[in-house]
Nanobody, 122 residues
Framework: QVQLVESGGGLVQAGGSLRLSCAAS????????MAWFRQPPGKEREFVAR????????YYSDSVKGRFTISRDNAKDTLSLQMNNLKPEDTAVYYC???????????????WGQGTQVTVSS
């Protein structure tokens, strides 16, 4: 089992920045694909970014490409998401996830954190 706990969410004005962190416990993260998903109010969960265990490959949704950066530290079992130039449409609950497949589909990830709220005001 892998337990994931997100932190770093909050309220920020449009154009501002936030850094989300995810701490893992249980099994080491080094063999998992890690990703961030988000769920805007009243909408389905959507893919944000993912990173391979080796951190050599990353992939972003078109909506965040160039503004968000995903990173991981396998030695510390942590995952991060640096979010810059935030927009009101980035408002959502953000989830840290772990899985074994290189995918943008939520059901491909077996481990989910509880989520952290990010609210961007205009």
């Amino acid at each position: 089992q892998v337990q994931l706990v997100e932190s770093g969410g909050g309220l920020v004005q449009a154009g501002g920045s936030l850094r989300l962190s995810c701490a893992a416990s249980g099994r080491p993260l080094s063999s998992y694909v890690m990703a961030w998903f988000r769920q805007p109010p009243g909408k389905e969960r959507e893919f944000v970014a993912r990173i391979r265990w080796s951190a050599t490959d990353t992939y972003y949704s078109d909506s965040v490409k160039g503004r968000f950066t995903i990173s991981r530290d396998n030695a510390k079992d942590t995952l991060s998401l640096q979010m810059n130039n935030l927009k009101p449409e980035d408002t959502a609950v953000y989830y840290c996830v772990a899985g074994t497949l290189w995918s943008a589909t939520p059901t491909r990830y077996g481990y989910w954190g509880q989520g952290t709220q990010v609210t961007v005001s205009s």
